[in-house]
């Protein structure tokens, strides 16, 4: 049973200083300059192209081609009053950050005109705002695409795209709680699920949930009892043990909402069960599995595994005590897009 879920020097103009103006010819060795910037110093040639690659790697690039230090960048910002801290522009020049704010936009021109880059040359490189706050780092997460975490298996790519399945990385995973139950004639016949979930954007109001039968079972599992939503559409494909359920939430979700919804699955009659495993599209900040024996039929043999995302070959084994309460139970915090369950053995 399963269930898924670069350059030439050239002269630098000073900030601020005229074009056309001619210095007074001095009569006596001139002082030292005060400007924290010296009048001439290497940079790119005016009209260049600019380097190959992102506004980090052009920022660089330019800044080592100039000889300036990030301080006396600092110190000609300030002197047309823009301040940006050496931490600022440090993380500018690694990728660390980027440009956002009105006075960081301003900064930005400025330095294309101080390191001698032609107009928009920095600025036309900065894409969009990246999010922020605490619901953003979610809301960028990486998650596995369909054919990851259930390759080979169309029917199930065929019934998301017949329900227009929204976005896997609509919901972050707080907790899943699985409970799987097998009877006394070692089959399995009841998973009890518990999701808490949370919006990464608004108006979030569904989501599609994958359950799959055993090879020996004959047709596919039932979805059941749902508490806090309702079963919507469903589609069975009895040949090949497969449901897919849509679950309405209790209530549209905005931004940062969280909820929480259960249901449980009613799995067809086969052969002895051997496992129970789910398989993850993103991650979960917690996942509980526990499979209950029946006393009259506890296995001999017990482990957990987990495997890579798509892949047959176990990564991890851990042999697991089946307690007075004849039951197992996996706790993995954390848990990445892969594949975990548990196993067991009869004699």
């Not at 300030?78 to 956002?100: D, F, K, M």
């Not at 929204?166 to 009890?192: C, K, T």
């Not at 989501?207 to 047709?219: P, S």
């Not at 599209?281 to 499979?291: D, G, I, K």
Request: net charge neutral; proline share 10%.
């Amino acid at each position: 049973m399963g269930s898924q879920h670069p350059q030439d020097a050239a002269r630098l103009r000073l900030i601020g200083q005229r074009p056309g103006a001619s210095a007074p010819a001095p009569s006596a060795p001139p002082a030292p300059p005060a400007s924290p910037i010296p009048p001439t110093v290497g940079a790119p040639a005016i009209g260049r192209p600019a380097p190959a690659g992102g506004f980090a790697d052009t920022l660089h690039l330019a800044i080592e081609a100039s000889g300036l230090s990030l301080d006396r960048i600092r110190a000609a910002l300030a002197q047309r009053g823009i301040r940006v801290s050496v931490t600022t522009l440090s993380y500018w020049r690694r990728g660390r950050s980027q440009p956002e704010r009105a006075s960081s936009l301003r900064a930005v021109h400025l330095l294309e005109e101080l390191l001698g880059l032609p107009h928009s040359t920095l600025s036309a490189l900065l894409g969009p705002p990246r999010p922020r706050g605490r619901w953003a780092a979610a809301a960028t997460i990486a998650h596995l695409r369909l054919e990851d975490v259930w390759p080979g298996e169309q029917e199930i790519a065929d019934v998301f795209a017949e329900l227009d399945a929204p976005p896997a990385g609509e919901l972050e995973r707080l907790s899943i709680h699985d409970s799987y139950y097998v009877d006394a004639e070692r089959r399995g016949n009841l998973l009890r699920m518990r999701q808490v979930v949370r919006a990464t954007v608004s108006g979030v109001t569904r989501c599609l949930v994958v359950h799959k039968a055993d090879e020996e079972a004959t047709g596919c599992p039932e979805i059941t009892s749902v508490r806090h939503g309702r079963l919507g559409r469903v589609r069975r494909r009895p040949d090949a043990g497969l449901v897919v359920g849509e679950l309405m939430l209790d209530r549209p979700l905005g931004l940062g909402d969280s909820t929480v919804f259960e249901y449980e699955v009613e799995i067809p009659p086969g052969g002895p069960t051997m496992e129970y495993s789910r398989r993850f599209a993103t991650p979960v900040r917690e996942y509980v599995l526990q499979v209950h024996f029946d006393p009259a039929a506890v296995p001999v043999h017990c482990e957990r595994y987990d495997r890579a995302p798509g892949e047959d070959i176990d990564r991890r084994r851990e042999q697991l005590w089946i307690g007075a309460s004849a039951s197992a139970h996996v706790l993995a915090p954390d848990q990445q897009p892969g594949h975990v369950g548990i196993r067991w053995e009869w004699e």
